[in-house]
């Protein structure tokens, strides 16, 4: 029983434009929201995180958008850069003193020249 | 640079040969995970320390073992691969320092286990 989703196995977007990148939660006890970027044959690497809290978090050319009603959050990259070509990983944690994230099985976005 | 060190980064084995699997820190974090990833699946928690507490997940067979003999060093032995035991293996760390601590996890490059 997947509680983080990512229904989209890829994405492709041209160099400049935005790219949205979409994740579903079910488990309501989920707190606190992170996205890794992963290149191959590298770890995943923090990007950008977003607290229950907030709907809204912005780094630079990276917003993560979250609809708690919906169990939704979003991340949007604009402009988009070939360099931001990547598998993007959603994740959750419970927070409290639960310090394990679940992770959806990852976007994998291709932004062409 | 601080960071999560993984070795091998690639691992070939035979079936039900034992193997082990290191990984090192240099972030002093004290909470350090590892995760199973296989082709276009989610990365999936098997275990995780805090401090030397060791914390299973309940669906982790018992075949996969960890050790952590210091703060820098964690292991994941494998006593008996399979072939279904084939997959990307991957460390991370973070920092737990109170009950609505934000769990940023940092993770290795991870070691790919061959099972022939």
């Known amino acids: 029983d997947q509680q983080v989703k990512q229904n989209s196995p890829s994405l492709s977007v041209q160099e400049g434009r935005i790219s949205i990148l979409n994740c579903d939660y079910t488990?309501?006890?989920?707190?606190?929201f992170l996205w890794y970027k992963k290149y191959p044959a590298e770890g995943p690497t923090f990007l950008i995180s977003?607290?229950?809290?907030?709907d809204k978090n912005e780094d630079g050319r990276f917003t993560v958008f979250l609809n708690k009603s919906a169990k939704h959050l979003s991340l949007h990259i604009v402009p988009s850069q070939p360099g931001d070509s990547a598998v993007y990983f959603c994740a959750a944690s419970e927070g409290g003193s639960n310090y394990k994230l679940t992770f959806g099985k990852g976007t994998l976005l291709t932004v062409n020249p | 640079d601080a960071m999560v060190i993984q070795n091998p980064r690639y691992q070939v084995t035979q079936f039900g040969k034992p193997v082990t699997l290191s990984c090192s820190q240099t972030l002093n974090h004290n909470v350090m995970y590892w995760y199973q990833q296989k082709s276009s699946q989610a990365p999936k928690l098997l275990f995780h320390y805090y401090d030397k507490d060791f914390n299973n997940e309940a669906d982790t067979p018992d075949n996969f073992q960890s050790r952590r003999p210091n703060t820098s060093f964690c292991f994941l032995d494998i006593r008996s691969p399979g072939l279904g035991d084939a997959a990307m293996y991957l460390c991370?760390?973070?920092?737990?320092?109170?009950?609505?601590?934000?769990?940023?996890?940092?993770f290795g490059a991870g070691t790919r286990l061959s099972v022939l």
């Open positions: 488990n309501s006890m989920f707190d606190y």
């Open positions: 977003i607290s229950s809290i907030k």
């Open positions: 991370a760390t973070s920092r737990a320092s109170g009950p609505r601590a934000k769990n940023i996890q940092y």
